[in-house]
């Protein structure tokens, strides 16, 4: 099923509507989707170079306010909308572990982390904020710097080198933003236990 959904995202970037898609996929993924949005992403600012940083605004925008809708969806519907979506999905353990663990330190952290990365997934952290009734502003703000890094540093690597890079960016990206991630978490919890 994860397959044919991947795939069937992937086909979205051939159309003219492709624009759309993209805002509406990034949106979808911060709050309830699986697919990330670069799979969309990816193909269609390599096919038109030109409109690269356009798409990365897009799905940028399209992230922060889905991820706004997570915040919310946690905040005011945890049990009954958000609570199934992540049993849905197979993370409500993971969901239930990060919030009986994490302070506020933590949470942000995991908002940059999850923008950059997806460790954890967008759609945990979002949820995670708005039950723990993170301050909607320093959300947004965090939300905008994750994903908008994210999707910038992508759409200059795809204008830069191209087609070469998009092989990189799909078998290594993933594993790049995690040891990054990793260091951040790293960082933050000698930061917290050792000063």
Do not use: C
């Not at 979205?12 to 949106?27: H, N, Y």
């Not at 897009?58 to 049993?87: D, H, N, Q, R």
């Not at 795809?158 to 991630?181: C, D, N, Q, T, V």
């Amino acid at each position: 099923m994860l397959r044919r959904l991947y795939d069937w995202t992937l086909s979205l970037a051939a159309r003219k509507s492709a624009e759309w898609w993209l805002a509406i996929i990034a949106f979808v993924e911060s709050s309830i989707f699986l697919v990330p949005a670069d799979v969309l992403f990816l193909p269609m600012a390599l096919s038109q170079p030109k409109r690269a940083y356009r798409y990365a605004l897009v799905a940028t925008t399209a992230s922060v306010l889905g991820g706004i809708a997570g915040w919310m969806l946690g905040y005011f519907a945890y049990e009954t909308i958000a609570k199934p979506v992540l049993e849905f999905y197979g993370k409500l353990d993971e969901f239930e572990a990060l919030r009986t663990s994490s302070g506020f330190g933590l949470i942000l952290l995991m908002l940059v982390t999850s923008g950059l990365a997806h460790l954890p997934p967008i759609k945990v952290v979002t949820i995670l904020s708005g039950v723990m009734q993170v301050n909607l502003l320093l959300f947004v703000v965090s939300a905008i710097v994750a994903r908008g890094a994210r999707f910038l540093f992508l759409a200059w690597l795809l204008r830069r080198y191209g087609e070469p890079i998009r092989h990189f960016i799909e078998k290594r990206l993933g594993l790049i933003a995690s040891a990054a991630a990793a260091v951040l978490i790293v960082l933050y919890l000698a930061a917290h236990y050792l000063l």
